[in-house]
């Protein structure tokens, strides 16, 4: 009998860690939308034509998502931060990462920079986040904290509770 009970309860937890998602990491977002979880995506998105690894990004006060996907180029990696209220790129280089208008190429994609949903000041603020910065966990932190503010209006995304 105590074998039976062990191996169900083995059982359940093999199987409740096969569901479970990747947590690389949480912390503050210091916006409306409140902490956030950054989780691992089992699988690569593609985009533009190319597989790309991807983060998805939660806040604890509304139930928008954001993924980002990670492009490596030559002298830089791209990050395309996509959600269904504003999609952005931040960039990443040897000299500086910051944000930018996503390129026009992924609007066949649906994707695209709107004006209309952009904080203009803040866009400008975040064309130089930091120095350097060729960590993708840092950089994803640093996404998650900076993004709400891209936002033009952040009270509309929230959950109502």
Same mark, same amino acid.
């Given at each position: 009998?105590?074998?039976?009970?062990?191996?169900? $309860?083995?059982? %359940?937890?093999?199987?409740?860690?096969?569901?479970?998602?990747? %947590? $690389?990491? #949480?912390?503050?977002?210091?916006?409306?939308? !409140?902490?956030?979880? %950054?989780?691992?995506?089992?699988?690569?998105?593609?985009?533009? !034509?190319?597989? @790309?690894?991807?983060?998805? %990004?939660?806040?604890?006060?509304?139930? =928008?998502?954001?993924?980002?996907?990670?492009? *490596?180029? *030559?002298?830089?990696?791209?990050?395309?931060?996509?959600?269904?209220?504003?999609?952005? =790129?931040?960039?990443?280089?040897?000299?500086?990462?910051?944000?930018?208008?996503?390129?026009?190429?992924?609007?066949?994609? !649906?994707?695209?920079?709107?004006?209309?949903?952009?904080?203009?000041? #803040?866009?400008?603020?975040?064309?130089?986040?930091?120095?350097? !910065?060729?960590?993708?966990?840092?950089?994803?932190?640093?996404?998650?904290?900076?993004?709400?503010?891209?936002?033009?209006?952040?009270?509309? $995304? @929230?959950?109502? *509770?």
């Amino acid at each position: 009998m105590k074998r039976m009970v062990l191996s169900a $309860v083995l059982l %359940i937890l093999i199987c409740t860690a096969s569901f479970a998602k990747k %947590i $690389v990491a #949480e912390g503050k977002s210091y916006s409306a939308l !409140g902490d956030y979880k %950054i989780e691992a995506m089992d699988k690569a998105i593609v985009l533009n !034509g190319k597989e @790309l690894d991807a983060f998805v %990004i939660s806040y604890q006060n509304t139930g =928008m998502k954001v993924t980002v996907a990670i492009e *490596k180029t *030559k002298n830089c990696k791209n990050y395309y931060v996509l959600s269904d209220n504003l999609s952005v =790129m931040y960039v990443c280089n040897k000299n500086y990462f910051g944000v930018e208008r996503l390129c026009k190429n992924l609007e066949k994609e !649906g994707y695209e920079t709107l004006n209309d949903q952009l904080n203009n000041a #803040e866009y400008f603020h975040q064309k130089l986040i930091t120095s350097g !910065g060729d960590n993708d966990l840092n950089n994803s932190r640093l996404i998650a904290a900076y993004f709400p503010f891209l936002l033009k209006d952040q009270t509309s $995304v @929230l959950a109502i *509770k």
